[in-house]
């Protein structure tokens, strides 16, 4: 009986415990790195190691970034009376593709979630409290996933910061750009017939 | 206009080259990165590299090991008249896991496919001839996959190193275990019928 070198398991360990690796891949990805160029794996090894010692969450935002506070925190070009509640840094990168935001932006790092574990005080939802004191902020704009803990997030966000003089609102539900009815689930048409507007 | 950190895109680019890993995989998995344990992702290089370095194709084999030859070449109980020819060193684990093949092995790195660019001397098929010649192979059992490419393999091989004196061999193609008909496609079920043996 013999078994694969333990450099080779142990990569496949430490591989599997990526998000959307399982056994098989992380096992395909293993059998890929130990047979590539050594100079490319080097490379990736320092590109890891690299990244996560120089990107760190803004201290105002928790977007990612190399600099304190990041570049939307620190450009006062910025709108600083609107801030847009996201779930994930990414989330960040896809509205700046959109070019319709120009105010900043707050990062809670997931959405609520009893059934997996994540209470609100797991979430970077009481860093937002200072912000609404000290910063400008008149509008409170949800971003949130369209899911059953994106919208118990966002209802809960808006019982904890009601105020008067802050509109809280929650970016549009209802038919994605360049789709017919026919591919729309009917939660979304729900959603798009509520939120219709005159013409 | 912002976007995210260099090292961040960085990381995204170099995890994109994995196999399986698509852009929102690797962003997935970046994102994860820099935000996980500093410690566990230098770990995580280190054994990328550490694999790399300690881990070669056996030259007589080509099994992934950290010896040459590899414990199972170097292994004089196992039977030198038989070796199995597989594709990938993983496939040596899975023989030796179901414990009943004691000779040797010879992995190809692959399959034939001019389709996607891989010509016979792509792959280890010219260092089986020494083999064939110095050590007592009296059978060559070919355990390839059941694909078109597989097979197409097989018959090369068999073409390539029939001689008198040498069964050439091929595992047998049916019903997996603990699977009824019903679940069967028809080309295993032919492949079923085909190689029925007297009971």
């Keep these: 009986m013999s078994s694969l070198p333990s450099p080779f398991c142990d990569l496949t360990t430490e591989l599997a415990h990526l998000p959307g690796i399982g056994p098989r891949s992380a096992e395909r990805i293993a ?4 047979q590539a160029d050594p100079a490319a794996m080097r490379r990736l090894a320092e590109t890891i190691v690299a990244a996560r010692e120089r990107i760190h969450p803004c201290q105002t935002c928790g977007a990612l970034t190399e600099q304190q506070p990041c570049a939307i ?32 932006y707050h990062v809670l790092g997931g959405v609520i979630s009893p059934l997996n574990g994540v209470e609100p005080e797991d979430l970077r939802i009481e860093n937002l409290r200072p912000r609404l004191e000290t910063e400008p902020v008149t509008e409170l704009i ?3 996933s369209t899911s059953v803990e994106g919208d118990a997030t966002s209802h809960y966000l808006c019982r904890r910061f009601a105020r008067p ?28 017939l509520e939120g219709r507007r005159e013409l």
């Design 165 to 192: 003089g802050l509109r809280i609102t929650r970016i549009a539900y209802g038919l994605p750009a360049g789709s017919g009815l026919e591919f729309a689930d009917e939660i979304t048409l729900a959603r798009a």
């Design 142 to 144: 949800l971003a949130l």
């Design 73 to 104: 925190c620190g450009d006062s070009r910025r709108d600083a009376t609107r801030i847009c509640v996201v779930e994930q840094p990414v989330d960040i990168l896809a509205l700046e593709k959109a070019h319709s935001f120009t105010g900043r």
């Design 31 to 34: 059998l890929y790195m130990v």
